[in-house]
């Protein structure tokens, strides 16, 4: 990570405009203010640029780029840029970076990036030696695998291992080769897929079968980036919280309905800031919902809880975090190279750390408002925002038309309209 002696601790950042916001972001960060111009719509994606990631464009979509803060990583502070239209969850994921910051903020660990592609051999007469000739054929394997990404292998990644399964369907017994990839600090699909797709003929003739599908898997267990944190048990709001907060995910762990929910929690994290960094978070959340299948078949948590001997509460992410700095969006847009410039990571590893260190934080924040007041009092607040926005207010108008739908009880569209009306006649 870059050397910058960032504070993320910008208390107020929430009362300033976005003008002062850039400029603190800049001045803490070291990333110089003008780099942040792309963050202005009209000086973001480009149509033109647009056109070239994706068929018959028509535009860009934009979102908000909102920045989470309080965070302390591996002992070092950091502003992490989120893409999400959900209001609350910025709030919500500073609020608990807050919290863990007590106790010393987040320490992560993770995998070498390993990324695995499947070779999928049919009408295999003998399966149990297929496998066994496979084996024995490895280094000519990964030889052929390696002569495709030169440039990986300079930078110190490549096929690594060959590992053979036998998947047994309703239809017949299929023999799979895994080429295990070290892809470094890249996202990785393309450079496994190419691999894959350049050693299939000779994994089907070892195999004695015909060779059919060539792709990567994006169940990547094993690429996988752990977060822990200890949530100080009287900032939390004391010890009977921490007791509520430890029956809030034992719920999770033990019942499918509510892990699906604690997940898309944690996601709400996650997916904002693989977004903002131009990373595929279709990859990330295929990842994170296949790991959060356990050995027994079971859906559950991605994240566990427990107290630990001071009564404070312990919190543990692990997943699968397949993100890159280089491939994809990640170069091509010119928000992701803001945000990964505001969060100086160096290698895909720091950038993995960062993600899944916010998906606790947005867990945790989650969690402790479900145990406490409920989430209604405080995403109401935010949605009563979207409400009188989307009924023309502006300016200062906003502010008195949420205070108003707040007041009455009433956040609903046509309140909103209603209530923006007498302000406009009254004045
Ligand atoms: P890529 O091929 O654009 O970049 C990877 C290549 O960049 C490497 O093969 C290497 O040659 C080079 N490289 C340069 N510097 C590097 C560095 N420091 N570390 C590693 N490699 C470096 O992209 P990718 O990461 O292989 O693939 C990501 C893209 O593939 C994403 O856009 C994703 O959406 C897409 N994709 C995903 C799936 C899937 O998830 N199922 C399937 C197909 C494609």
Not at 42 to 67: C, R
Not at 85 to 108: D, K, L, M, P, W
Not at 355 to 376: C, D, H, P
């Amino acid at each position: 990570m870059t050397t910058t002696s960032t504070t993320s601790r910008l208390a107020g950042l929430r009362d300033r405009t976005v003008a002062e916001r850039r400029r603190l972001i800049a001045e803490n960060t070291g990333v110089e203010l003008a780099r942040l111009d792309v963050l202005e719509p009209v000086s973001g994606l480009q149509v033109e640029q647009a056109n070239h990631l994706i068929e018959n464009v028509i535009g860009v979509m934009s979102l908000p780029v909102g920045v989470a803060t309080n965070f302390t990583i591996n002992g070092r502070d950091v502003l992490v840029p989120m893409a999400t239209e959900e209001a609350s969850v910025v709030a919500a994921a500073s609020n608990a970076a807050r919290i863990a910051r007590v106790r010393g903020g987040f320490t992560t660990s993770s995998t070498a990036p390993l990324m695995q592609a499947q070779v999928q051999v049919l009408d295999v007469v003998d399966p149990e030696a297929a496998r066994a000739r496979l084996l024995e054929a490895a280094d000519e394997i990964l030889r052929l695998a390696n002569d495709q990404d030169p440039l990986l292998i300079r930078l110190g990644g490549g096929a690594r291992e060959l590992l053979v399964r036998l998947v047994r369907s309703q239809v017949q017994t299929y023999v799979v080769a895994h080429l295990v990839v070290d892809v470094r600090d890249a996202m990785g699909a393309n450079a496994v897929n190419t691999m894959a797709e350049a050693v299939a003929s000779r994994v089907g003739e070892i195999a004695g079968g015909r060779p059919l599908l060539r792709i990567l898997t994006n169940k990547a267990d094993l690429r996988v980036t752990r977060a822990r944190a200890v949530f100080d048990a009287e900032s939390l709001g004391g010890p009977e919280i921490v007791d509520n907060l430890v029956h809030a995910a034992a719920l999770a762990e033990a019942d499918p309905y509510r892990a699906a929910t604690h997940n898309k929690g944690i996601m709400n994290g996650i997916t904002a800031v693989v977004l903002a960094t131009g990373n595929d978070t279709r990859a990330v959340e295929a990842g994170a919902h296949s790991h959060a299948v356990g050995p027994d078949g079971r859906y559950t948590s991605l994240s566990h809880y427990e107290k630990d001997a001071d009564g404070d509460l312990v919190g543990v992410l692990e997943l699968p975090m397949p993100v890159g700095l280089v491939g994809g969006a990640t170069k091509a847009h010119p928000v992701a190279q803001a945000a990964l410039a505001i969060l100086g990571v160096t290698t895909a590893q720091q950038l993995a750390d960062v993600i899944v260190a916010t998906g606790l934080a947005q867990n945790l924040a989650a969690m402790r408002a479900l145990a406490t007041e409920g989430i209604q009092r405080g995403h109401m607040s935010l949605h009563a925002r979207n409400i009188a926005v989307t009924a023309g207010a502006s300016g200062d108008e906003v502010d008195k038309v949420v205070a108003r739908l707040i007041s009455d009880r009433a956040i609903r569209s046509e309140h909103a309209e209603k209530v923006l009306a007498e302000l406009r006649a009254a004045q």
